[in-house]
């Protein structure tokens, strides 16, 4: 009886894990998926370096409290899985939406934002975000917008000085 126990505690302390340490964890139900639709969505979930298991409602529940995460209990019906990603958010919102929208299946319950709860509306928002290095760049380059335009307006001086100049020596070689 203490074997079971002591295993249950250990995937208690790796569910807890995934809460908090992750940045984002998407709580799934998964009833009614085939064997092809969950060899193809794991295969996916491994390639994009995302962790994906199968795991009791109750011990959720256990780990949930002890991450200090309340409000996960409405959720916690019928089968439930975590995708969790420990680094980029849109990533794991963009496959787990993405694969439900194409089995017509798997359904988003719920998520863990940086220890905050956010809705299957808000992991369908957070999906619909471009990738990361698109963000950075549009960031980039609105920031640089305007350091274009001040060298564009310093050129647009000297470049005008440079005419005047070239019409006062032309004026002076045809005279």
């Known amino acids: 009886m203490s074997a079971i126990r002591a295993e249950k505690a250990a995937k208690v302390a790796e569910i807890t894990a995934l809460l908090t340490s992750a940045k984002c964890s998407i709580l799934v139900d998964f009833s009614g998926i085939n064997v092809a639709q969950d060899t193809a969505f794991r295969r996916k979930v491994r390639e994009a370096g995302i962790t994906y298991s199968v ?10 409290d002890e991450a200090g995460i309340e409000g996960l209990e409405p959720a916690l019906e019928h089968n439930t899985a975590i995708a969790a990603a420990p680094e980029d958010p849109v990533a794991v919102a963009k496959l787990v939406c993405d694969f439900a929208k194409e089995s017509k299946v ?10 905050k709860l956010i809705s299957a509306d808000e992991i369908m928002a957070l999906a619909a975000l471009p990738p990361r290095e698109i963000l950075i760049g549009k960031m ?24 005047a100049l070239d019409a006062v020596r032309k004026v002076k070689e045809s005279a």
Not at 55 to 64: E, F, H, P, S
């Open 140 to 163: 980039l380059g609105s920031m640089n917008a305007p350091i274009s335009g001040f060298v564009n307006v310093l050129q647009g001086t000297i470049r005008n000085v440079v005419y």
């Open 55 to 64: 795991v009791k409602n109750t011990l959720i529940r256990i780990a949930a």
């Open 106 to 115: 798997l359904k988003v319950k719920i998520g863990v934002l940086d220890g």
